[in-house]
């Protein structure tokens, strides 16, 4: 935990970085936090990141949009230090003008790897949805279609992590994920999957709806992908799965088989 007089240092060098070397064009921010003395893990405490990221903004002021090429700077030449300022920065600043940081945010996110991905997600994109998913859903929308592999597995994580936190929005959620399902879903099934699992788990009354829905279908996609999500007893669900198996459809027949014993011994369990 930063002490009182470490704050006042990292905030008296941060104001003196600001003044002198900013505007210079000289984006080595870690001459505010380097002669910090606690490591963990041999690296600078994160808490000391998000502090030193936070006075620089705060003092940067309402001319904040004069320094995009810092942010970008940031993310793409301050290794891991700088990817946690320009999390921090970009998630105070990208409500204020979605127009101007969304697309500086796309940027990273196409340059990024995996768990970089995920963790801006979850620093900057999480609490937005949850506070304003009017704004963000259709965005984290698109990063779930995305044809970056990396970006469309994330962009669904976030989304179970959503519904997790907002289970009002399940219902939109997954009104956006059962408009595919009349589609060939191809490699992206193990998402819808994986979806709907999360569903059944947050909200079970919604689970059953769907199956309300289609539980009479006889498309072998819908079939494998609901009979795909079954992992306990449901009374609701028996029959119609047991229809299934006596489909003469050999898709239908082998998933709804699959699905069949899974209910069987979790009913005798």
Known sequence: MLTIDWKERLNMDAADYVEKKLPKGDYDFEIIFNAYPERVNGKIPSEVIYHVAGIILHLI??????????????????????????????????????????????????????TEIAAIFDKVMLPLLRKYPEKYLEKVYQY??????ELRKNGLHLLVKLLKKREDLIPAIMEHFSHQWMYPLGDTMPNHVLMLKAVAKQSPEYYLKVWQEYGNSRDPQIVELLCATVTEYIPEIEAPIELWTKSGNARLKKAATTAHKILLKKKGA
Request: a positive charge; charged letters at 30%.
């Open 61 to 114: 002021g309402k001319k904040h949009e004069d320094y995009l090429s810092f942010y970008r700077a940031l993310w793409n030449k301050k290794g891991d230090y700088g990817k946690l300022a320009f999390g921090q920065i970009i998630s105070k600043l990208l409500n204020k003008k979605p127009a101007v940081y969304m697309p500086l945010l796309d940027e990273a996110l196409n340059k990024a790897k995996s």
């Open 144 to 149: 779930s279609n995305s044809t970056k592999d």
